[in-house]
């Protein structure tokens, strides 16, 4: 067994490969076909290569994942025993049994405890249920287990953060994300878990800071970026730069001839439905996005893009779009087999979040609070983490606003007050209801509030 288990670690090549995932670097592609020549017997680089379209949370990319374990079980007459099970793992992911890859998962690594690659795809798997615990406790053992001389440990340190901060464990997410952040100032990850944190903390200004300080980390030749800077953009939002954000978007997620990749499309949809809740006029950037969108969807394999794409459909005014994806979602659960983890997210989760961001656009508040007020503590059901989910929270006090009785919106913000007193966008929300119910007074020291954490 543990000649098996050292199958991922026996050469330093390897673990370039796997820096370069952690490190979401561009570079990858050259890693695993430096891999693929210097070990042709060895089906490792395919099995990497197989989790990169999976990793995409796209149809297409993750069918073709399902023809590469094929091929790569038809092709190589020797597969270790953790290969196996990896390929086990894509063939499951790829056929939209999420659940099942995780459970795959967990088998690995309680078999092998030191698989990196096991860690880094469940790891992701994990986000991509929005499973908090297991962000954590995954990687938990790992941190235990591995040495903290190893040249993973600090990649293994930024996965631990975002896990701790997912699961509310902000200080101790600082301190490990930082600790991991002085081995890699690249480890775009690490960094992640740590604006993360100060998101969920009210500290836009120690964000900024930080994103600053590393800038010249995580503004390279990765993946990840558009992400860390649509984090950016929410810290800004918090501030009321609206021109740093516009500037943002522009220029890093949705700048002109970008590829089409969902994951980086549903960070433009959600800071354009934000600016949108806000009132906010974003010129044709929903129409551009609308039809990047178009050209993106395939069949229904992630809910949470979906609810994205949505987004950008009601943005645009296209609701003849937002109403046919609606529908396909709602034909996906009924045809769909249910081993298929989407089908029951959506079922439970993303439909009637589609269907509150349509009646969102069409000015229906009650039927959107029809819609997400029973389901508000269990979104994380369909993935993401709570910074990406707020979104749907936002929407739900938007709309509890529209409605002539107060007393839901009042209640809901002042619960988000309690959790994030320093964020101006609660103590505007409770503004606009105190002005609503007649108290020009309590609403001028709610925006004094929201005021006093601006600079
Ligand atoms: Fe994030």
Same mark, same amino acid.
């Given at each position: 067994?543990?000649?098996?288990?050292?199958?991922?670690?026996?050469?330093?090549?390897?673990?370039?490969a796997?820096?370069s995932?952690?490190?979401?670097?561009?570079?990858?592609?050259?890693?695993l076909?430096?891999?693929?020549?210097?070990?042709?017997?060895?089906?490792?680089?395919r099995?990497?290569?197989?989790?990169?379209?999976v990793?995409?949370?796209?149809?297409?990319?993750?069918?073709?994942?399902?023809?590469?374990?094929?091929?790569?079980?038809?092709?190589?007459?020797?597969?270790?025993?953790?290969?196996?099970?990896? *390929?086990?793992?894509?063939?499951?992911?790829?056929?939209?049994?999420?659940?099942?890859a995780?459970?795959?998962?967990?088998?690995?690594?309680?078999?092998?405890?030191?698989?990196?690659?096991?860690?880094f795809?469940?790891?992701?798997?994990?986000?991509?249920?929005g499973?908090?615990?297991?962000?954590?406790?995954?990687?938990?053992?790992?941190?235990?287990?591995?040495?903290?001389?190893?040249?993973?440990y600090?990649? *293994?340190?930024?996965?631990?953060?975002?896990?701790?901060e997912?699961?509310?464990w902000?200080?101790?997410?600082?301190?490990?994300?930082h600790?991991?952040?002085d081995?890699?100032?690249?480890?775009?990850?690490?960094?992640h878990?740590?604006?993360?944190s100060?998101?969920?903390?009210?500290?836009?200004y120690?964000?900024?800071?930080?994103?600053?300080?590393?800038?010249?980390?995580?503004?390279?030749?990765?993946?990840?970026?558009?992400?860390?800077?649509?984090?950016k953009?929410?810290?800004? *939002?918090?501030?009321?730069?609206?021109e740093?954000?516009?500037?943002?978007?522009?220029?890093?997620?949705?700048?002109?001839?970008?590829?089409?990749?969902?994951?980086?499309?549903?960070?433009?949809?959600?800071?354009?439905?934000?600016?949108?809740?806000?009132?906010?006029?974003?010129?044709?950037?929903?129409?551009?996005?609308?039809?990047?969108?178009e050209?993106? *969807?395939?069949?229904?394999?992630?809910?949470?893009?979906?609810?994205?794409?949505?987004?950008?459909?009601?943005?645009?005014?296209?609701?003849?779009?937002?109403?046919?994806?609606?529908?396909?979602?709602?034909?996906?659960?009924?045809?769909?087999?249910l081993?298929?983890?989407?089908?029951?997210?959506?079922?439970?989760?993303?439909?009637?979040?589609?269907?509150?961001?349509?009646?969102?656009?069409?000015?229906?508040?009650?039927?959107?609070?029809?819609?997400?007020?029973?389901?508000r503590?269990?979104?994380?059901?369909?993935g993401?983490?709570?910074?990406?989910?707020?979104?749907?929270?936002?929407?739900?006090?938007?709309?509890?606003?529209?409605?002539?009785?107060?007393?839901?919106?009042?209640?809901?913000v002042?619960?988000?007050?309690?959790?994030?007193?320093?964020?101006?966008?609660?103590?505007?929300?409770?503004?606009?209801?105190?002005?609503?119910?007649?108290?020009p007074?309590?609403?001028?020291?709610?925006?004094?509030?929201?005021?006093?954490?601006?600079?």
């Amino acid at each position: 067994m543990v000649g098996d288990e050292i199958f991922l670690r026996d050469g330093a090549l390897l673990d370039s490969a796997m820096k370069s995932m952690f490190e979401f670097s561009y570079d990858i592609d050259d890693r695993l076909k430096q891999l693929e020549l210097e070990r042709p017997v060895s089906p490792l680089s395919r099995i990497l290569n197989a989790y990169l379209a999976v990793l995409s949370s796209e149809y297409s990319p993750s069918r073709s994942a399902l023809e590469e374990v094929h091929s790569i079980r038809e092709t190589f007459t020797s597969i270790s025993i953790p290969e196996r099970a990896h *390929l086990d793992v894509i063939e499951a992911w790829g056929s939209g049994e999420f659940n099942r890859a995780q459970r795959l998962l967990d088998a690995l690594l309680i078999q092998f405890p030191k698989d990196i690659l096991a860690l880094f795809v469940g790891h992701q798997l994990d986000f991509f249920l929005g499973d908090a615990q297991s962000l954590r406790d995954r990687v938990g053992s790992a941190v235990t287990e591995f040495d903290r001389s190893d040249p993973m440990y600090g990649y *293994l340190l930024g996965m631990f953060a975002f896990g701790l901060e997912e699961c509310g464990w902000y200080e101790r997410a600082l301190e490990v994300g930082h600790e991991a952040l002085d081995r890699a100032a690249t480890d775009v990850w690490a960094l992640h878990a740590v604006v993360h944190s100060h998101e969920m903390r009210a500290e836009f200004y120690d964000g900024l800071d930080l994103l600053k300080n590393y800038e010249s980390g995580w503004t390279g030749s990765n993946f990840f970026k558009p992400h860390n800077y649509w984090h950016k953009c929410l810290y800004l *939002l918090e501030i009321g730069d609206i021109e740093g954000i516009l500037g943002i978007y522009d220029s890093m997620i949705n700048p002109p001839g970008a590829g089409i990749v969902a994951l980086t499309l549903l960070d433009a949809s959600a800071i354009l439905w934000r600016l949108f809740l806000d009132s906010v006029d974003v010129g044709d950037r929903f129409e551009k996005l609308c039809s990047a969108w178009e050209e993106c *969807l395939d069949e229904p394999f992630y809910v949470f893009n979906d609810c994205h794409a949505i987004m950008a459909f009601v943005g645009a005014g296209r609701f003849d779009l937002a109403d046919k994806q609606v529908d396909i979602l709602r034909n996906s659960i009924a045809t769909s087999d249910l081993r298929r983890s989407n089908a029951v997210m959506t079922s439970a989760i993303g439909l009637p979040v589609a269907e509150a961001i349509v009646a969102f656009g069409r000015g229906d508040h009650r039927q959107v609070i029809e819609k997400l007020y029973p389901i508000r503590k269990e979104f994380y059901r369909f993935g993401g983490s709570h910074a990406q989910r707020d979104v749907f929270h936002r929407t739900l006090v938007e709309s509890a606003i529209c409605l002539p009785d107060l007393s839901l919106a009042a209640n809901l913000v002042d619960q988000r007050i309690a959790l994030k007193e320093g964020s101006p966008y609660n103590w505007f929300a409770k503004r606009r209801i105190l002005m609503k119910l007649g108290d020009p007074n309590q609403a001028l020291l709610a925006g004094s509030m929201g005021d006093s954490f601006v600079r």
